[in-house]
């Protein structure tokens, strides 16, 4: 499958190998008997989110700017980037004594923000958008003579990134299947050149979020296409358009690019802190998401390596997609009822709930509104439920007992 025209080579990414010993530490790929046995083959996970800076980027972009000369690392390097890429860059800027420039989008995760001020990087937010940065990063590099690192397009870039892959075939050297969160593409390429070249009978997936998934209109399309008005949870993996480079190793060496829903990448965040005690942004549990979501119905030949790429989340995003996972999961239940507006009611419809074991954590009293009467008091509940099954069995029996529920 491979072909002697291609970018990026075996010989590239094992030169980066070397390039990258005592920076980056070989992450550990932990088994997961969770998802074994909801997928029905051996299934481990490659905790990316355990590297230096919180993700994969620093294998790239250290590759890349180790690489400089001396003369274009004093005149530094600029970068775009929504949190994991900048902090890569900034990481690497300071181990090689590099001026570094970021361009951050509005709404980056504060603490990847922070993380890359911290590494010592100037920083500016512009646009709300990856694509928007670049192009403020490419203006930069025309008027000041910085380098751009680009977040994935360029053969270093790629290079660096598939040391991961290097990693896998010696943590798990008889993978057969590997499921990658896709962005960009940087990683899945350089993972994709490492194994195919190794190993061509090894399945290799990308996963993208199904609200920015600018691969399978690219390779429809037959070039990389924009994808408009993405709207995704995952920052990581938010890219409008795939690059040159990345996008051509993809075309000739990836079995087939997935996407999956905002519900299943919560459900897949909570699902890997919950059993694999890891914690992961929602870009870094795309691979584990399309796991989850094909169990049971598509055969995967085992072992399965799922790449967590990244663990940069913002706590107060961590706690909404809990409970957004939790919801989409059916361990949270929430609805408004009608009762009498007199005393023991309330404590009754409680009693009720209670009765089939359902754990209420809020309640609201709604007492005015155009349909509600003087005598009737509206309440909105919030339950701990333990799963859809019980949700159901919560609504039967408060529908039984006359409860007339509103949703919405």
């Not at 790629?158 to 499921?179: K, Y």
């Not at 009978?201 to 691969?215: D, K, S, T």
């Not at 059916?330 to 009498?340: A, D, E, K, T, W």
Request: charged share 20%; with cysteine; glycine share 10%.
């Amino acid at each position: 499958m491979a072909s002697p025209t291609l970018s990026v080579t075996l010989d590239d990414v094992r030169a980066a190998q070397d390039l990258l010993s005592g920076v980056v530490r070989p992450t550990p790929l932990e088994y997961s008997r969770a998802l074994s046995d909801r997928v029905g083959a051996e299934v481990f996970l490659k905790c990316e989110n355990l590297q230096r800076a919180g993700s994969f980027k620093i294998r790239g972009a250290y590759t890349r700017m180790a690489r400089l000369s001396d003369a274009e690392k004093a005149r530094g390097v600029v970068a775009a980037s929504a949190g994991n890429h900048a902090q890569g860059v900034a990481l690497a800027g300071q181990l090689l004594g590099i001026d570094v420039k970021v361009y951050m989008p509005y709404g980056a995760p504060m603490p990847k923000l922070l993380a890359t001020q911290a590494y010592g990087a100037t920083i500016e937010q512009v646009g709300t958008t990856i694509d928007e940065c670049l192009v403020k990063a490419r203006e930069w590099e025309s008027t000041n003579g910085a380098v751009l690192i680009h977040p994935f397009d360029h053969h270093d870039i790629v290079a660096g990134q598939g040391t991961a892959g290097l990693e896998i075939l010696d943590q798990c050297p008889d993978v057969r299947t590997i499921v990658v969160s896709t962005g960009g593409g940087g990683l899945l390429a350089g993972i994709s050149v490492a194994v195919r070249a190794a190993r061509p009978e090894v399945r290799i997936i990308g996963v993208q979020a199904e609200q920015a998934a600018a691969y399978p209109l690219s390779l429809a399309a037959g070039k990389p296409v924009a994808f408009e008005n993405m709207q995704t949870m995952a920052d990581g993996i938010a890219v409008g358009m795939p690059g040159d480079v990345p996008y051509a190793l993809v075309r000739d060496l990836v079995d087939a690019i997935e996407t999956v829903s905002e519900e299943e990448l919560s459900r897949a965040l909570l699902f890997v802190l919950e059993r694999a005690k890891l914690v992961v942004e929602p870009a870094g549990a795309a691979a584990v998401a399309h796991l989850l979501d094909r169990a049971g119905h598509q055969h995967l030949d085992g072992p399965v390596v799922a790449v967590l790429s990244g663990g940069n989340i913002d706590p107060l995003l961590l706690l909404r997609i809990i409970r957004h996972g939790m919801a989409a999961a059916g361990r949270y239940l929430q609805f408004r009822v009608r009762i009498s507006d007199r005393p023991g009611h309330l404590a009754r419809l409680l009693a009720d709930c209670a009765a089939v074991d359902a754990n209420v954590l809020e309640v609201e009293h709604i007492r005015t509104g155009t349909t509600i009467t003087v005598d009737e008091v509206e309440i909105g509940l919030q339950l701990e439920t333990r799963g859809k099954q019980h949700c159901e069995e919560v609504l039967r029996t408060l529908r039984s007992k006359g409860y007339q529920l509103k949703f919405g």
